[in-house]
């Protein structure tokens, strides 16, 4: 098979008693595009650190065009052409570009860094694939879709034959993820092959030539994109069907409860004049592009950013919280959108995760209850349905998916009167993506307030009962969601661009 660029073949791997890879086989073909799909905990990342060197496998074999290999390392892999886009890209963000790019091949003329020839190669580089990126910017100060852009560049400057690209749209606006797709179809015109990794259903159908499908550490589905549908996919990786992909919004808000009045922030990016009210048990999703303000405005409502004036107005009662302890006293929780950067403890375990926020629930006389705290980190771990070996397992050892149910976990311990979460389901597969739902529905229904921010217009429109359109720091309006379509929300978030 000439046209083959990589194959695993019964590829199985173990951690002790727990099997995560049960003798996987993929296929991927010059010039195309494979969709991996599969739950979070299904093992699509384990499957890819095998690929890369980072776990050694027990068994099974990985092959590119047509040669046995066996990577020590992601160098070992790059420097044979596999490269990999992570969905948090690792950069040095206080370097160039270009630094970036030539990072640990750096060429030298005459013993000395030969900073001429990396300028010209990394410009004649962009422009190859049509990218429009300064190659003397600092990393830090660009969009996540140009950073995205400069690790496929990256990629290819190491003549890539295939680049798996992990959740690529998780940050992108919905204009560059139109960018990004025009990239891969270009260089898929020129015979790079891609593994596509993605919970957006929607994006695998559109950039896909074939899709494969994880379920428990079995290949449970491998296909070509047009002879399968949406429904056939979602059943191939929950193992079962799912009728809707939303569950019923059957919450009934009652009277006002909170109110936002004339808020500006402080500092930059600077918040202007945003006022709105949510009612008990509401559920209120703020949309807008990115950028556009919305994760600035959750931090402002629970402590995090400077309110320069305006009010916050609790069951009638003015408030100004300096810091998020406060926003806690007052029965405030925040899901971050960024998990890994501030949302949990990446060196500790999914117990210490769970309980962080509430210490002084687990105290018997004066002293902190392992027991308490092993029974709560267990509790979670069943009401999330957490995919776990146990509540003594560090939580960088779960998949991104399963990360955000610890922390969504932690908070739901302090059973919080108004929950604030931003893109509570970003990185998560379909099947936990329902019971995230179903769990904001039930808090809703049970008097909870609930605040969410998505940059996924059909989620927004799936699960709330108004939505706040935000553009450019700016409220562009407020509507009910029953009454509004996606044509009313983008024109709303393009007011006043």
Request: overall charge neutral; glycine content about 8%; proline content about 2%.
């Amino acid at each position: 098979m000439d046209d083959v660029v990589l194959e695993i073949k019964n590829l199985s791997k173990s951690f002790a008693k727990n099997k995560v890879l049960d003798g996987i086989s993929l296929t991927v073909k010059k010039g195309s595009v494979m969709g991996l799909m599969g739950e979070n905990g299904a093992g699509k990342s384990t499957m890819m650190k095998c690929l890369f060197g980072i776990y050694a496998k027990d068994e099974g074999q990985i092959s590119l065009l047509g040669k046995p290999v066996d990577f020590k390392n992601p160098k070992d892999a790059l420097e044979n052409g596999v490269a990999m886009v992570h969905q948090e890209l690792n950069q040095c963000l206080d370097r160039t570009v270009t630094d970036n790019l030539f990072l640990g091949r750096y060429p030298t003329r005459f013993g000395v860094i030969d900073e001429q020839k990396m300028a010209k190669e990394s410009t004649q580089l962009f422009a190859s694939l049509n990218m429009n990126v300064n190659p003397k910017s600092v990393m830090r100060k660009m969009s996540v879709s140009q950073r995205q852009m400069v690790e496929i560049a990256k990629a290819v400057s190491y003549d890539a034959k295939i680049i798996v690209l992990d959740e690529p749209t998780s940050s992108l606006t919905e204009r560059e993820v139109k960018k990004l797709f025009s990239i891969v179809n270009d260089l898929r015109s020129k015979g790079v092959s891609f593994v596509y990794i993605s919970h957006k259903i929607d994006e695998i159908f559109e950039i896909c030539d074939e899709v494969s499908v994880l379920r428990d550490g079995n290949m449970v589905m491998s296909k070509p994109i047009k002879e399968t549908d949406m429904n056939e996919l979602i059943s191939a990786m929950v193992g079962r069907s799912l009728d809707k992909r939303y569950p019923d919004v059957d919450n009934t808000p009652g009277d006002v409860y909170f109110e936002v009045r004339n808020l500006t922030t402080k500092y930059d990016p600077v918040l202007e004049d945003i006022s709105f009210s949510v009612r008990k048990g509401e559920i209120f999703g703020l949309y807008g592009l990115v950028g556009a303000g919305r994760s600035e405005l959750l931090e402002s409502l629970f402590g995090v950013r400077t309110i320069a004036s305006g009010d916050m107005v609790l069951g009638g009662k003015k408030l100004r919280f300096n810091s998020s302890k406060e926003a806690m006293a007052y029965n405030f929780a925040l899901v971050t959108e960024e998990r890994k950067l501030n949302g949990m403890f990446g060196k500790d375990t999914i117990k210490f995760n769970t309980v962080i926020t509430n210490l002084e629930s687990y105290k018997t006389f004066g002293i902190l209850s392992e027991q308490k705290m092993l029974e709560a980190a267990n509790r979670e771990i069943k009401v999330m349905r957490t995919k776990c070996v146990s509540a003594e397992e560090n939580i960088t050892s779960l998949s991104g998916g399963n990360q955000q149910k610890v922390i969504i976990g932690k908070w739901m311990e302090r059973s919080p009167d108004i929950f604030l979460m931003d893109e509570p389901t970003r990185g998560i597969d379909v099947g936990a993506k329902y019971e995230i739902y179903q769990l904001i529905i039930n808090m809703a229904k049970e008097g909870k307030t609930v605040i969410v921010v998505s940059s996924e217009m059909p989620e927004i429109l799936g699960i709330t009962n108004r939505i706040a359109v935000m553009s450019n720091h700016r409220l562009a309006g407020i509507v009910n969601t029953k009454e509004t379509d996606q044509e009313e929300l983008l024109r709303l978030s393009a007011k006043y661009l």
